[in-house]
């Protein structure tokens, strides 16, 4: 199983960025798909997750500025991130869980200047 995350980048405060996250090795659609974040010098932290049903969880520091979505015959997930802010900045994972086992993607670098 791969999870193979795309679409980060430098922009400006106020900007928008969208990330997509496809995952591919299973034949069968996941249920939770989520991001997370890890800022420099700082813990790895939840953003959002999306269950097969689309029900959505977001952190407090992003409610209302990012959407995650889900394309489930693509299993494919994405983030909408708008009016970006300097403290967004971080590299951005997609995870699953297949049964028990966690499964990350690469990261993609999310760069927010000010």
């Known amino acids: 199983v791969q999870l193979q995350a795309s679409g980060g980048g430098l922009v400006q405060t106020g900007g928008s960025l969208r990330l997509s996250c496809a995952v591919s090795?299973?034949?069968?659609?996941?249920?939770?798909m989520e991001w997370y974040r890890q800022a420099p010098g700082k813990q790895r932290e939840m953003v959002a997750t999306?269950?097969?049903?689309?029900?959505?969880n977001y952190a407090d520091s992003v409610k209302g500025r990012f959407t995650i979505s889900r394309d489930n015959a693509k299993n494919t997930v994405y983030l909408e991130m708008n009016s970006l802010k300097p403290e967004d900045t971080a590299v951005y994972y997609c995870?699953?869980?297949?049964?028990?086992?966690?499964?990350w993607g690469q990261g993609t670098l999310v760069t927010v200047s000010s």
């Open positions: 995870h699953i869980k297949i049964f028990i086992t966690d499964v």
């Open positions: 999306i269950t097969r049903s689309r029900a959505t």
């Open positions: 090795g299973i034949v069968f659609s996941v249920d939770v």
